[in-house]
């Protein structure tokens, strides 16, 4: 059985490093299972779902011109759920959602402050681009008032430095 692209086969780990797994393959040949293909979940090292002499269904990603095999362990399962589809699932149904008008459990218009600040972002009647210019409007004038007082602090503009 020669080794090609897409084609799943069975291996026997042979090594783990940090960044994934060696795989000896049949006819003699050795694959990389790269950290990010072992599992569909994070990995954080590869010796928690591998140990060395496991047997492994791998599916070949790529060979290069060098010979260098790239494998998946987790692209292999993917196929293997694929061809055998469990009885209990239901054909997609598209349910009607409706909107949630307050995001969890903020106030209705969103851009609430805790106590002692501003509420006029809290005018649940207003729509979304009213909010949004007056947040604009907000933050330009902070940004002049901020702009203003490290200005002074540096001396003004166009004053020039003191020697």
Known sequence: ????????????????TNFGAFVNL?????????????ADVYVN??????????????????VDEKGKIALSIKRA???????QPSPEKKPFEKKNFEPRSSMGSRPAGGFARSA???SRFNNATASFEDK?????????????DLSRKTDS??????????R
Not at 7 to 13: L, P, Y
Not at 26 to 38: D, Q, R, T, Y
Not at 45 to 56: A, K, M, R
């Open 1 to 16: 059985m020669s080794i090609e692209v897409g084609s799943i086969v069975e291996g026997v780990v042979s090594g783990i």
């Open 26 to 38: 049949p006819e003699g040949k050795v694959g990389l299972v790269h950290i990010s293909e072992v």
């Open 45 to 62: 090292s590869v010796s928690e779902f591998l140990n060395e002499q496991d047997n492994v269904k791998v599916k070949v990603l790529s």
């Open 77 to 83: 399962q993917e196929k293997k759920q694929e061809e």
């Open 116 to 118: 002692g600040g501003s």
């Open 132 to 144: 949004l210019s007056r947040f604009l409007k907000d933050s330009d004038e902070r940004l002049t």
């Open 153 to 162: 602090k540096r001396g003004g503009r166009g004053g020039g430095r003191r």
